[in-house]
């Protein structure tokens, strides 16, 4: 089956179902045409939003919404073990072994409505983690056909060497922002670069709207600024930052909110000048570029 491009801008549905908004069917088949019309094709899971419900949400309403599934692509993510009355997990741990992996993708196809998955990730690192074991279940997923490519969720760079000693590894979904920008010189986008993994990233607008320290506000006064420049929203020009960077990120948002959403597409379309990106990470750091 051929890979599929992501969307330059991946809808994150962590606050879709209980975990946030608590969209019924037909409001999840509207935000998902939604998305769609204005260009936005890949949906982010994972196994535990909503306690391991917003899949089955999803699922049932992409069951009945008549939209194509070679339209969109579906990425979804396995490994943490949330205590939650739908699983018999008594501690919060990570769970690597092959038979677990297998279940849980093939769980996630069947509560996604779906025959594939186009992204599987493992969600975060375990320091118990079996390369062997974890490469037998990932091989054994794409010869049956129900993923297509494979990454890794919060891994460094060192924990992403270790996996690639069995398997290629292409995406590593990360936190990065204006606000958490440490990847950028840590050597963990650096690495990505080099090994050519695509980065993902969640948590895109950082803290800047929900914190009001002296970084937020420095960073609003002069994004608001810049906006009447780029005749585009604060949050519109956070997301075009990133899209700066040349290991070509993608940002996941979380927002249901569709004018919001078609807002932050606008994103896609312009390109923020040198000095004003520099700029903003400056307002971010408090300090002159070294």
Same mark, same amino acid.
């Given at each position: 089956?051929?890979?599929?491009?992501?969307?330059?801008?991946?809808?994150?549905?962590?606050?879709?179902?209980?975990?946030? =908004?608590?969209?019924?069917?037909?409001?999840?088949?509207?935000?998902?045409?939604?998305?769609?019309?204005?260009?936005?094709?890949?949906?982010?899971?994972?196994?535990?939003?909503?306690?391991?419900?917003? !899949?089955?949400?999803?699922?049932?309403?992409?069951?009945?919404?008549?939209?194509?599934? *070679?339209?969109?692509?579906?990425?979804?993510?396995?490994?943490?073990?949330?205590?939650?009355?739908?699983?018999?997990?008594?501690?919060?741990?990570?769970?690597?072994?092959?038979?677990?992996?297998?279940?849980?993708?093939?769980?996630?196809? =069947?509560?996604?409505?779906?025959?594939?998955?186009?992204?599987?990730?493992?969600?975060?690192?375990?320091?118990?983690?079996?390369?062997?074991?974890?490469?037998?279940?990932?091989?054994?997923? =794409?010869?049956?056909?129900?993923?297509?490519?494979?990454? &890794?969720?919060?891994?460094?760079?060192?924990?992403?060497?270790?996996?690639?000693?069995?398997?290629?590894?292409?995406?590593?979904?990360?936190?990065?922002?204006?606000?958490?920008? !440490?990847?950028?010189?840590?050597?963990?986008?650096?690495?990505?670069?080099?090994?050519?993994? =695509?980065?993902?990233?969640?948590?895109?607008?950082?803290?800047?709207?929900?914190?009001?320290? !002296?970084?937020?506000?420095?960073?609003?006064?002069?994004?608001?600024?810049?906006?009447?420049?780029?005749?585009?929203?604060? !949050?519109?020009?956070?997301?075009?930052?990133?899209?700066?960077?040349?290991?070509?990120?993608?940002?996941?948002?979380?927002?249901?909110?569709?004018?919001?959403?078609?807002?932050?597409?606008?994103?896609?379309?312009? *390109?923020?000048?040198?000095?004003?990106?520099?700029?903003?990470?400056?307002?971010?750091?408090?300090?002159? &570029?070294?």
């Amino acid at each position: 089956m051929t890979k599929t491009p992501f969307s330059k801008i991946i809808a994150g549905t962590m606050t879709w179902g209980i975990w946030g =908004k608590k969209l019924d069917k037909n409001q999840i088949i509207d935000l998902m045409n939604s998305c769609i019309e204005i260009g936005i094709t890949t949906f982010d899971h994972a196994d535990i939003y909503g306690g391991y419900t917003t !899949e089955s949400d999803f699922g049932n309403a992409f069951g009945e919404s008549q939209i194509k599934r *070679e339209d969109i692509q579906l990425i979804s993510k396995c490994g943490i073990q949330l205590p939650s009355e739908n699983r018999n997990t008594k501690i919060h741990h990570y769970n690597y072994s092959k038979s677990h992996i297998i279940w849980s993708a093939e769980n996630s196809l =069947k509560n996604l409505k779906t025959d594939y998955l186009d992204l599987f990730l493992l969600h975060r690192p375990s320091p118990l983690m079996q390369v062997d074991e974890i490469a037998e279940a990932i091989e054994k997923l =794409k010869a049956d056909g129900k993923i297509l490519d494979v990454g &890794v969720s919060n891994f460094t760079p060192s924990q992403t060497d270790l996996i690639e000693t069995k398997m290629k590894i292409n995406y590593n979904q990360i936190q990065f922002s204006i606000t958490h920008f !440490e990847p950028m010189l840590n050597g963990s986008l650096d690495h990505m670069q080099l090994h050519k993994i =695509k980065p993902i990233c969640w948590s895109p607008m950082g803290s800047v709207f929900k914190k009001t320290d !002296e970084k937020s506000i420095r960073i609003k006064e002069l994004a608001s600024q810049l906006s009447l420049k780029y005749n585009v929203e604060t !949050e519109v020009l956070l997301i075009a930052w990133i899209l700066k960077h040349p290991s070509g990120i993608l940002p996941v948002f979380g927002t249901t909110n569709k004018s919001r959403i078609a807002n932050l597409m606008k994103a896609t379309t312009i *390109e923020i000048e040198l000095e004003d990106w520099f700029a903003l990470w400056t307002a971010s750091t408090g300090n002159p &570029v070294p």
